[in-house]
């Protein structure tokens, strides 16, 4: 079993940054990959970007060159920076990770971009 938290969504004007962070519950390997997928009112739920071995990484292209996802293996943590938000970028935020053949997800966490 694997717990993911999510945390630093919130309300931000366009053109703003929020930093998410989502902490597993255990220790993930570092060749799993973690990631972050996104769901707005009414739309299916969508990658944003993941990170795998704490170098490979792969982003949406709606979000290149603004969003960026690291990894912490000693913290057990994943974070997603997102500079340059947008209206569009309004979502519910979820972290994933498939451990041992099982998918995980978070709770979710909301950012609303709006002036």
């Known amino acids: 079993q694997v717990q993911l938290v999510e945390s630093g969504g919130g309300l931000v004007q366009p053109g703003g940054s929020l930093r998410l962070s989502c902490t597993a519950s255990?220790?993930?390997?570092?060749?799993?990959?973690m990631g972050w997928y996104r769901q707005a009112p009414g739309k299916q739920r969508d990658l944003v970007a993941t990170?795998?071995?704490?170098?490979?990484?792969n982003y949406a292209e709606s979000v290149k060159g603004r969003f960026t996802i690291s990894r912490d293996n000693a913290k057990n943590t994943v974070y997603l920076q997102m500079n340059s938000l947008k209206p569009e970028d309004t979502a519910v935020y979820y972290c994933?990770?498939?451990?041992?053949?099982?998918?995980?997800w978070g709770r979710g966490t909301q950012v609303t971009v709006s002036s």
């Open positions: 990170i795998t071995s704490g170098t490979s990484t």
């Open positions: 994933n990770t498939v451990y041992l053949g099982l998918n995980y």
């Open positions: 255990r220790s993930i390997p570092s060749r799993a990959a």
